[in-house]
Structure formats: C-alpha cells, structure tokens
C-alpha cells in the first residue's frame, strides 16, 4: 500500500519525495523514480485521487487549445485583428471567427474591435510554433466595455477560480460584480459601485498573494463579509444623514 508523505497544498522543491509505492501517480511537475513519485520543480502539491502535480509557484503564460483568455487589440488589417494575450506572439482573430454578423469586404473593423479594446475570447487552435487562433463565437465571449482588468500570475489562476468556480463564485456574491477569470492570467472585473469592483480586486490579489497556504477560503471569506459589513454601514451613515436633511 502507498504512503503519502506531503500535504495537499504543501510547498516543495525540486527532488522532494512526494509519495512512496505505486498507489500513487506522477502528474505535471512530478516523476516516478521506481517506488517514489519526486517533485520536479518547486510548486504547490495538488492531490486528485492517486494523481499527484505540483503547480509552479511563477512562470508565463502558455497558450493551450480551448483556453479562456482577455486579450488586448494591438492590431489590425483589412481582415483580422491582432490581439496580445501575455505571450509572446499575438493571436490572429480572423473576421470569421469574430462576430455572427455578415461583414462586408472593405468594411471599416475598427467599428467592431478596436486597438486597445479588451476582449475574451477563446483559443481555438496553436500550432507547435505557438502561432494562435482565437475566436469570439461561443458564451460569455465579448468585447469588454467598463469595469477594470487586472493582471495576476498565470499559474495562480485555478486557485482564484476554486474548485468547479467556488471561489470566483464566492466573490461574485459578495460583490455583485461581473468577473471573467482568463487563464493567461487577466482578469475582467464589472459592477456598478466603484466600491464593490475594489472590493473584488482586493479579494482576487490577496488570493494570488495567499494562494500557498491551507484555509484560504475561510480567510477569503472573512475577509469579504468583514470589508462588506464596513461598506454597508458607511452607506446607511450616508442614508441616515441625508434624511435628517
């Protein structure tokens, strides 16, 4: 029988014995060396089932198919936009893949995407030269308009979305804020108070700060109902002395 010798969420270093016996598997940033599963890098652990990876505490981000990114217009030409999503060559969105709407030869793009509009979109292809394609078919893919977009470590990214959302979702409740998470490791933030969107934002980059230790939730979750708890009562002061006008 195996015997795991690290905690979920635990910080390793490279050559660190994570597991003994073969009960165990080798997932991204670990390797078998005959009975032992060994970090390959130092990373936080993750353990699902008898899978077993470490997550890099840093790193860039790398374009995978499928992957929800916002990316930047930096460019465009009489039928694609050039958008920057964190790497190091630009994703091609192709008129095709940008709209459901009829686009007409020689239209003017900029009406649609413009240089410096924020977009999410989706990757819909990478070839082994990391060139990119993306488009803007599909739901919640759009043109971001208002709210503010912030930038945390990729690799940090599954943690700010919880598992199956939790987390995300969490904030989202206490903030009342739109929030698209990209795995290129921006993120959109949308609502109505100025005062709940930093509240959001506050929330996202103490995630990425704490994202190591064990409880994170709870702390996450404090940390919202106490800052809300503040915003309300300044907001029934405001209330309260604008009736006694």
């Not at 652990?45 to 990876?53: D, E, Y």
């Not at 790193?59 to 958008?83: A, C, E, H, T």
């Not at 064990?214 to 919202?224: A, N, P």
Request: hydrophobic residues 40%.
């Amino acid at each position: 029988m195996g015997n795991i010798l690290i905690k979920e969420k635990q910080i390793v270093v490279p050559g660190e014995i994570l597991a003994e016996g073969m009960d165990f598997l080798p997932a991204n940033g670990a390797f078998r060396e005959n009975d032992k599963v060994i970090s390959m890098r130092l990373g936080l652990v993750s353990v699902n089932g008898r899978l077993i990876k470490v997550i890099p505490l840093a790193g860039k981000y790398v374009p995978m198919r499928d992957d929800l990114v916002i990316g930047k217009v930096q460019d465009m030409n009489y039928s694609s936009w050039f958008i920057d999503v964190g790497y190091a060559q630009d994703a091609v969105l192709n008129m095709r893949d940008a709209t459901s709407d009829f686009i007409e030869r020689g239209a003017e793009l900029s009406q649609y995407y413009d240089i410096g509009d924020f977009v999410a979109a989706k990757i819909t292809n990478v070839t082994r030269s990391k060139m990119m394609d993306i488009t803007m078919k599909g739901p919640g893919l759009k043109k971001l308009v208002g709210g503010r977009i912030i930038e945390v470590t990729p690799v940090k990214v599954p943690r700010i979305v919880g598992k199956q959302g939790s987390m995300i979702s969490m904030i989202k409740k206490y903030t009342n804020c739109q929030i698209i998470v990209g795995q290129n490791g921006r993120v959109w933030v949308s609502g109505k108070d100025p005062s709940d969107e930093h509240l959001a934002v506050e929330a996202i980059l103490m995630i990425e700060r704490l994202s190591h230790i064990s409880g994170l939730t709870d702390k996450v979750k404090s940390f919202l109902e106490k800052h809300k708890g503040k915003m309300e009562d300044v907001q029934e002061n405001t209330n309260f002395q604008g009736e006694r006008k």
